[in-house]
């Protein structure tokens, strides 16, 4: 019986993972569109450095990857945004935050995976949107400082 009940936890920890990833598989090889996939051994060989405009300095330990996907775009910012806010509903991620500054657009998303946290941080401007999903042992405050 624990067999199964782990088995099941772990199809349903793997399938909600599927979901996150058919969003960045989607776009993939679609022109204007830029994604990186980051492990967490990568992660442990760049110690304190931060990715891109990304602070992960203090937080890379708890990190176990990171996805982002960067659009520039216009054409296509509506429908990846469309797309991800649908992903998120249907695979019931809880909206944490959400800011507005100007043009600029940005959710924090979570989604609670056993001990692990997924963060989803997609923010949006008029010629550009980033999607950066991150998942380990965070903490929304975490988050929050790598989002600033």
Known sequence: MKRLILSMMILAICGALRAQDELFKKYENTKGVEIVYISKSLLSLMGTADIGDLKVNKAI?????????TCERPSLIQGIRDYALGVFKKDKYEQMMRTTDDDEVTYIYQKQRGKHNEFVILTTEKDELTIVNLLGTLTLKEIKEIAE
Do not use: F, S, T
């Open 61 to 69: 330990k708890k990190i176990d990857r990171i996805q982002v996907l």
